[in-house]
């Protein structure tokens, strides 16, 4: 069973606010030095899995549920299927492949789904802070393992391992929508754990949210998780999207 918390971190407070300061800078910081410095290297992947890796046997350590009597086991709203912790598998993936570049597809998922959703989970940790405070180690792993996704995220767009295109833009929104679908389906077979709430797919990540709230009911609260997913992965891909309108209109204009 989860322990009492002495000084939980509430949402939006100085502190939660302070953490966001730090680590987001940070992260764009140490993307943007590996990208101009390394380019694109195996090695950076190969790390940052290894720091996935630890983090998650870190969080395996905190969240073990059970006894002597009937065995230990991770309990079901744990497992790694929200969009953060799912990149652990995806990176350890990316690692041991020998030619990490050639993954278009998963590498065009996964920069805007670790940017993104790396900050979005440190923004609206609600479920994450209400367990911990600042005296626990896991607040501290929380965050650093977060600033570490939206880091290579990054790192994953400025080193450019290929030329960005309208069709990484589709296949990243398409698996992202797929995204949802597993999210939906992990969430129905954890049915017996109330807690489980994979890709905040039963409930918002925090309460008392604007737009992601249940007022209007489920259904639409999906939709409005929806159109925000589309509106930060269009935003990711800005730059790409306006680079082929461009193209469009000039080839218009020779033809």
């Not at 290579?152 to 398409?174: A, C, D, N, V, W």
């Not at 129905?188 to 807690?195: M, T």
């Not at 639409?220 to 990711?236: E, H, Q």
């Amino acid at each position: 069973m989860l322990t009492e918390v002495k000084y939980p971190i509430a949402l939006f407070s100085i502190q939660h606010l302070m953490f966001l300061a730090v680590t987001v800078p940070i992260a764009a910081i140490i993307a943007s030095f590996l990208a101009k410095k390394l380019g694109f290297n195996k090695k950076v992947i190969w790390v940052c899995a290894i720091i996935g890796l630890l983090c998650e046997l870190q969080r395996i350590v905190f969240f073990i549920e059970g006894s002597t009597a009937d065995g230990f086991r991770l309990p079901g709203h744990q497992l790694p299927l929200n969009a953060c912790p799912f990149q652990v598998v995806l990176i350890v993936i990316l690692a041991l492949s020998q030619k990490p570049e050639e993954h278009r597809k998963l590498l065009s998922y996964m920069y805007p789904m670790m940017v993104c959703g790396g900050f979005l989970g440190m923004l609206l940790a609600g479920e994450a802070l209400s367990y911990h405070g600042l005296s626990d180690f896991a607040t501290y792993r929380f965050f650093f393992y977060h600033m570490m996704v939206i880091s290579l995220g990054l790192y994953l767009y400025l080193s450019k391992p290929f030329q960005y295109s309208i069709r990484e833009y589709g296949t990243s929104m398409f698996l992202t929508f797929c995204s949802m679908f597993l999210g939906i389906w992990a969430n129905a077979f954890f049915g017996w754990e109330p807690r489980a709430n994979h890709m905040f797919i039963v409930r918002p990540p925090a309460e008392g949210l604007p737009i992601l709230n249940l007022n209007h009911g489920w259904l639409v609260y999906l939709i409005n998780l929806s159109w925000i997913g589309f509106v930060l992965i269009t935003l990711c891909y800005l730059s790409v999207i306006i680079k082929a309108i461009k193209e469009k209109l000039k080839a218009k204009a020779r033809g």
